[in-house]
């Protein structure tokens, strides 16, 4: 195994796989988590890791050790700052599926498309004419925002997985569910981006943050955090909000993924309490009306997951499924969805590095499985001209329209490049 990554001041580290980088050294997929964030969202926090553990590969028997010892971790372990865990997999048959020998098609892992910017191909008037029924469904059943009880008129529908993900959510749900099947998981029939289990009622400034990854929605009880676990903030509905009601299987609360100095600006000035509880419309006896489902737990962890692994995840691979693998075209043309990159960046709110996934739908993993390895269009050297990289790099730190509109930025970026390459004589890439 290649050797754990440091680990900053106020951080553990969970070790999720080795992979192979475009160098050709073996380095770890990893998370690098601020400790204040998972002990202010969880008790006791090491379940946190526990999650990531289980629904990052998507495998039930999951769980982490202590890197250096192999040694298991009790579920109420207290994290110390400087701890380094890692991912294996224990099951009872001794036959173990995590960490696989190579991450690839067959790897269960999140799609990060489920929580990137819908595509500048659907219009705002487009997702609400297909989406009537859907927003609909989920004014009955919410009234008002679900976290805040802001009346509905300051409100807006959200989709929890994005609007441009499409039919794509079937095999979503599919494969993000933790094997073995140890008992009925909510949505096995979710074959809709439209389904009222992908959506909530919040206020519009909710809806903002929580599209920009600054709110996550944790759900309970999941396979490993029970309702317990979580130090919930609720309102008075007998008083304040008395058509609204907690419900009584399944809770879901509203995290901030900000560090503590960012958080305390953010509350103040949006008065969303973290750990906030939802509350959903008052079913009244005897209703003739059939009840719509709540949320659905398994896409309120998807996005959840996902959040984390962009913001705190280094060396992050991607997968985007069902589409066949993506190949490098031969003649060396630019594509601007490139198979994969990951650049420096900025997480929203937080003052660390970031590793944003971009993996276009059908990309496969680079590493020792994959013959098209280290082919990154992106990558520079002196056969090949100029390269993209440095000028991607360069926008995507200083210009959050690189994050949200990549295709055009790289195509602004593939005419430089010709131009610089005109000017220096060499033919672009």
């Known amino acids: 195994m290649p050797p754990a990554p440091f680990c900053p001041p106020g951080h553990v580290i969970l070790l999720l796989h080795w992979i192979v980088n475009k160098e050709n050294i073996k380095t770890w997929w990893h998370l690098k988590l601020p400790l204040d964030i998972l002990e202010r969202n969880c008790k006791p926090p090491v379940l946190f890791l526990k999650l990531f553990a289980v629904y990052i590969p998507s495998i039930a028997t999951c769980d982490i050790v202590y890197h250096a010892t192999g040694i298991g971790c009790p579920p109420?372990?207290?994290?110390?700052?400087?701890?380094?865990?890692?991912?294996?997999?224990?099951?009872?048959d001794g036959h173990s599926t995590w960490p696989p020998v190579a991450l690839d098609s067959s790897t269960n892992l999140p799609d990060m498309d489920a929580i990137n910017r819908r595509s500048s191909m659907h219009t705002s008037a487009e997702s609400e004419a297909r989406s009537k029924p859907f927003v609909d469904a989920i004014q009955r059943r919410d009234t008002e925002c679900i976290f805040t009880g802001v009346p509905a008129m300051g409100c807006q529908v959200q989709h929890i997985v994005r609007f441009h993900f499409g039919e794509r959510i079937?095999?979503?749900?599919?494969?993000?569910?933790?094997?073995?099947?140890?008992?009925?998981?909510?949505?096995?029939?979710?074959?809709?981006?439209?389904?009222?289990?992908?959506?909530?009622?919040?206020?519009?400034?909710?809806?903002?943050?929580?599209?920009?990854?600054?709110?996550?929605?944790?759900?309970?009880?999941?396979?490993?955090?029970?309702?317990?676990?979580?130090?919930w903030r609720e309102r008075d509905l007998s008083t304040q909000y008395p058509d609204m009601e907690y419900p009584a299987e399944q809770q879901f609360a509203a995290q901030w993924v900000l560090p503590g100095a960012e958080l305390n600006r953010y509350v103040m000035s949006t008065s969303i309490q973290n750990n906030t509880k939802a509350a959903f419309a008052r079913v009244p006896p005897g209703s003739n009306v059939d009840p719509v489902p709540l949320p659905s737990m398994r896409l309120c962890i998807v996005h959840l997951v996902c959040v984390y692994l962009e913001k705190f995840g280094y060396g992050n691979p991607s997968i985007s499924y069902p589409y066949p693998e993506y190949h490098p075209p031969e003649d060396g043309t630019f594509d601007p969805s490139p198979a994969s990159q990951d650049g420096p960046g900025t997480g929203p709110g937080y003052g660390g590095p970031m590793t944003r996934s971009r993996a276009r739908p059908g990309t496969v993993l680079p590493g020792p499985t994959n013959p098209h390895y280290g082919a990154n269009q992106l990558s520079s050297s002196a056969e090949d001209g100029p390269g993209l990289e440095p000028f991607y790099n360069i926008l995507l730190a200083v210009s959050g329209a690189a994050r949200r509109h990549k295709a055009e930025v790289l195509g602004r970026i593939c005419h430089w490049q010709q131009e610089v390459a005109s000017v220096e004589g060499v033919e672009a890439v």
Do not use: Y
């Not at 109420?76 to 009872?92: A, K, Q, W, Y």
């Not at 569910?177 to 519009?204: C, F, K, Q, Y």
């Open 170 to 231: 079937q095999e979503l749900v599919a494969r993000t569910l933790p094997e073995p099947l140890d008992h009925d998981e909510d949505g096995n029939n979710i074959a809709s981006i439209n389904d009222p289990r992908n959506g909530a009622l919040v206020n519009t400034l909710f809806h903002t943050l929580f599209d920009d990854h600054f709110l996550t929605i944790m759900p309970t009880p999941n396979r490993v955090i029970t309702t317990d676990n979580i130090p």
């Open 76 to 92: 109420d372990l207290d994290l110390v700052e400087g701890s380094i865990f890692r991912v294996v997999d224990n099951p009872t």
